[in-house]
């Protein structure tokens, strides 16, 4: 084990032996040059604990993407942590066992998202932003200024909003991950939503119903019935996509949405009006062999999931240039509301969660409100497409 007075221009002439070779720097003790049978020049340190007799080793970089210097800088920094008492070696050791963020990532699908609704558009979200970002790093190492540079490119190629769920994902990742002992930070702290969310208002005039509703006719049967029962039932797009054969009953006229496929996390029983059944009649011919009401052209199993291109088909056919599937439960509950509807009936067609103590002690079902106010919009919206006007029946509710 030579021991040599390094200089830049000697590393540079110095060649590989037969064997192996470890030489030391004179100037600085402790730091190594290991130079292998190819000529491979890896640097190291010898450092000794703090109030401990035996010497460890620890590898650095190579030479030369690292330099004398910054060789010497590094075994310097070493030695001071070892006469603190710290182990370098030992730290990076357990830094190479720290999970990495993909690591994190795809165990927060497996063990927590993979039961949620929103498990399809986190699993999107983390191949088409995170992954790619941030795959390979060690989670405890993503930092504050790396989620908002993910942030602002996200935001400069025309995603605000997608900016916002990102952000929203990516804290609920690490905070999972703390709460499963994973990561001890998460480096979404205090970083605020990147672009203001402005709630829409918009609902549809009758023309432009009639306008959509020649526009799902036009782009297939399968994507054509999703919308039209979006807009006949009121229910989310996410519980409409993901409608069962096993949840309708035809001869009740019910349709049964399970707790695990509500938004809310509650089962939710939806009365099906005479024009929402001859739809799913319709689908029945296509569809009615399979488990999904509305199942995916693409995949094999499952239903349909993004349907944003299909949207953009929609505008175009329909020439409402700002259609978003969102507006159709809206203007639903919008003129059902318009129509005399009482707001309360509304709410519970639209499954939402009441607050306080009516949502404890009310447990009346409302089924009967519910179905009178579905059949009256149903009539509403068949007059409103074929301009007959519907017969007028008390409303009752």
Known sequence: MPKISMTDQWLKRLKAQENQVDYFDKNLPGLGLRVGKTGKKTWFVMYRIKNQRLKKRLTLKGYPRMSLKEARREAKAIFVK???GHDPAGEKRERKKAPTFKDLAFEYLE??????????????IIGKDLIPAWGH???????????????DRIVNRGAPIQANRTLALIRKIFNWGIEEDIVEHNPCLQIKMPSQENQRDRVFSEAEIKALWQAFDQIGPIMGGHFKLRLITAQRGGEVKAMRWQDIDFDSGWWTIPAEYSKNGLPHRVPLSKLALDILKQMETI??????????PVKKCGHIRNVQKTALRIREYSQVLDFRPHDLRRTAASLMTGMGIPRLTVSK???HVEQGVTRVYDRYSYDKEKRIALDKWSQRLEQILTGKKAKVVSIGV
């Open 82 to 84: 070892a006469d603190e």
């Open 111 to 124: 063990r927590y998202a993979g039961k949620k609704r929103s498990a399809y558009e986190d699993r999107r």
């Open 137 to 151: 790093w060690k989670a405890k190492d993503v930092k504050r200024r790396d989620v908002k540079k993910l942030l």
């Open 287 to 296: 569809s009615g062999k399979g488990e999904w009401v509305f199942p995916s």
């Open 349 to 351: 067609i639209l499954n």
